[in-house]
């Protein structure tokens, strides 16, 4: 085990704790649902202001967070409208297409998931797909309409330095899937090159993502040659197999959202390194054109108010053939959407397709909803709007099943130390729960347990003051492979936390992520998991100005992420922010404690 830094180190001073300063609004990443698409957008639908009285209809949205805050503002120009001659208001809640998908299988759940929707607009036509299949083994009745038109259209494609896609040929040589594969094994040196290493890409987790579920949707019928009726035969034959695991292998992490990649390479792009942090990443189309802008969040009030990167994105287009992201809009049947709600809903809808609202998603790089491209899908701005020459078939419901089950077995190892709070403060109750802070995050984190596999290694520390000695942190479970016995083990040991003590933050940061590139896996992705609910209480431990630059980033075969999670309304989100995206990582915000269990799921979504 690592032992203890000695206290009284004196560090030069690193620029990169002035960059991770700098950056920090970027970065901070609040978390409202289990998964996104995106970063929601900071405007919640709660916080939306009504034009009806209390004799008005309000009909509610749930959208994926990249076109909630767009949708918002349409629905403001539009609410207060008369339909059927009562006044109507539309109201955007932000729902992650993976959560929502979720909630709507198992029952919505106000409590857990929100406001309950009258309408669900996921980035994608696959999420309703999913639904279907999960409610068919049960006695439960559909709950979306037949059919659910597009409100706009953006294929997936694989963005890439523009630097890096014009060495492979950019813009005039078809590229795809079986490059990326081929760069996989080959490195940048073959291409002239060696100065940018290994080839590395970020793929979002498929069973949040709608980028990430189209990714391995796309590197299936790569591996097939197929543009269409996939089947559960070719899912499962070896050599697609091979090839999508191929591709998996270079993954840098995961995660729940694509802004965890295009918000670290903004960083790193502001340090005049944006070459060194991926070398691709699955997104949307739309999404290549906000990070050329500076705006990797996509949230138009955001817009204009970042510097543009030195080194923009090209967005690559299969050559084997892309899906898009739909963004479909179904009504649902459950009971309480009444006829009156379904009027509203269906004019709002024809409000959407009408030309004028059509061209506000233009302005953010939406193509129409006929998949039509506008003026700002350009050459100019990373895209070609003549692509992409093919579109690929969704697959049936049980074949998309099958491919987001065969992820699970093809993805990339991890390597993961869960680093768990236990000071006294963990002991404070949670209203209307019943139980303390430390209770909820005990269960929170035996529930993500599943999440891992058999070809993953995961370990425990607890932390707060002098756990082991003069060490603030003490090793519960070292670093083994997700069998049975680990599991129970893991399950017993994060049972038996109990509250005591004060923080000892920053030296368990830095011995935590030393102690797993001591044991690093060159094969996994390899993390740490970080929970606190405070702020650094040990006043002989490393300062925060000398920590960061020992948390370097770490761009080849040696990086470790340390994800962190501000938990409870004292935990210090803007410090752990700054920890996190020091090893080109992520903070996420548990604030209110009642959250965890979803945050938790979020965090593991990396792996």
Same mark, same amino acid.
């Given at each position: ?9 004196n560090? @030069? ?6 960059i991770?300063?700098?950056a ?7 978390f409202?649902s289990a998964? @996104?698409?995106?970063d929601?957008a900071?405007?919640?639908g709660s916080e939306?202001v009504?034009?009806?009285?209390g004799?008005?209809i309000?009909?509610t949205?749930?959208?994926s967070?990249?076109k @909630? ?5 349409i629905?403001?120009?539009?609410n ?6 009562r ?5 955007i809640?932000?729902? @992650?297409?993976?959560g +929502?998908?979720?909630a709507l299988a ?6 857990q ?8 607009s996921?980035a ?15 006695d ?6 037949a ?5 706009a259209?953006?294929?997936?494609v694989?963005?890439?330095p523009?630097p ?5 040929g ?28 290994d080839?590395?890409?970020g793929?979002?987790?498929?069973n949040?993502?709608?980028?990430g ?12 040659g197929?543009?269409?009726d996939?089947s559960?035969?070719n ?7 091979n *090839?999508?695991q ?7 992490h995961?995660?729940d959202?694509?802004l965890?990649?295009?918000?670290n390479?903004?960083r790193?792009?502001?340090a ?6 991926i070398s ?7 999404s290549v ?9 996509g949230?138009?009030?955001?817009l ?5 990167p030195?080194?923009p994105l090209?967005?690559i287009?299969p050559?084997?053939?892309t ?8 009504v ?12 509203v809903?269906?004019?709002f809808l ?16 939406f ?8 003026k ?5 701005n990373?895209?070609l ?9 969704p697959p +049936? ?7 987001l089950?065969?992820?699970a ?5 991890a390597?993961?130390?869960m ?14 729960t019943?139980?303390?802070k430390?209770e909820?995050?005990?269960q929170a984190a035996?529930? +993500?347990l599943?999440q891992f ?5 995961v370990g425990?520390?607890m932390f707060s003051?002098?756990?082991d000695?003069d060490?603030?942190y003490?090793?519960?479970?070292p ?25 000892g933050l920053y ?9 797993v590139r001591?044991?690093h ?8 998991? *970080? ?6 209480e ?12 020992d ?11 340390? *994800? ?18 020091a090893?080109?990582a +992520?903070?996420?915000?548990?604030r209110?404690?009642g959250?965890?269990?979803q945050?938790f ?5 990396? *792996?």
């Open positions: 085990m690592y032992q203890t830094p000695h206290r009284r180190r560090y @030069a001073p690193f620029i990169i704790a002035i991770l300063a700098g920090l609004i970027v970065g901070l990443r609040i409202f998964g @996104a698409d995106t929601p900071k405007l919640q939306q009504k034009a009806c009285d004799n008005g309000t009909l949205v749930a959208a967070s990249e @909630a805050e767009l949708l918002r503002s629905a403001s120009g539009y207060g409208k008369k339909v059927g001659g006044c109507a208001d539309v109201i809640e932000t729902k @992650a297409s993976g +929502a998908m979720q198992r029952g919505w759940d106000e409590r998931d929100g406001p309950q929707p009258d309408v669900w996921p994608s036509n696959g999420w309703i797909t999913l639904l279907q299949q999960r409610i068919s083994g049960t439960k009745a559909s709950v979306v309409a059919d659910n038109p597009s409100i259209k953006t294929p997936l694989i963005a890439m523009m890096m896609a014009k060495a492979l950019w813009p005039g040589k078809k590229l795809g899937w079986s490059d990326l594969l081929q760069l996989s094994t080959d490195s940048w040196a073959k291409h002239g090159h060696p100065e940018w290493g080839f590395r890409l793929k979002t987790n498929p949040f993502s709608t980028s579920l189209n990714a391995t949707v796309g590197a299936y019928f790569a591996a097939t197929l543009s269409g996939l559960e035969k899912v499962a034959d070896s050599k697609a197999r *090839f999508v191929g591709v998996e292998r270079s993954i840098v995961y995660g959202t694509t965890t990649f295009l918000s390479l903004q790193a792009d502001d005049g390194a944006g070459l060194s942090y691709a990443v699955a997104v949307e189309e739309k054109w906000d990070y050329n802008q500076g705006n990797p969040t949230d138009p009030k955001t204009g108010k970042h510097d543009k030195k080194v090209a967005a287009y050559k084997e053939g899906l898009y992201s739909d963004n479909p809009y179904a649902l049947t459950e009971p309480w959407v009444d006829e009156a709600k379904r009027q809903a269906a004019d024809a409000h959407l397709q009408a030309p004028e609202q059509q061209e506000r998603f233009a302005e953010f790089a193509r129409s909803y006929e998949g039509k491209a506008g700002l899908i350009t050459q100019e990373g895209l709007p003549g692509e992409p020459k093919t579109t690929l078939s +049936a419901p049980n074949v998309l099943d099958k491919v089950s065969s992820w077995d093809l993805r990339k190892p390597n993961v130390l680093v768990i709070d236990v000071s006294g403060s963990m002991g404070a109750p949670v209203p209307d019943g139980k303390n430390l909820l995050a005990k035996i529930n +993500a599943p596999g058999p070809h993953d290694k425990l520390w003051t002098a756990r000695g060490k603030d003490l090793e519960l479970s670093l083994s492979t997700v069998n049975g016995a680990q599991r129970k083990n893991l399950r017993t040991r994060l049972e038996g936390l109990t509250p005591d003590g004060g923080t030296d368990t940061a830095l011995a935590a992520y030393k102690h001591e044991l896996n060159d094969d996994a992705i390899n993390a740490v998991v *970080f929970l606190t609910d405070g702020k650094n040990d006043i002989d431990s490393i300062s925060l100005e000398n920590l960061l630059p948390l370097r980033t770490e761009t080849g075969q040696d990086s470790v992420r340390l *994800f962190t999670i501000a938990y409870g309304a004292d935990a210090d989100l803007g410090v752990l922010t700054q920890i996190s995206e090893t080109s +992520a903070a996420y915000d548990s209110k404690p959250s965890i269990d945050v799921t979020a965090v593991i979504s990396n *792996f």
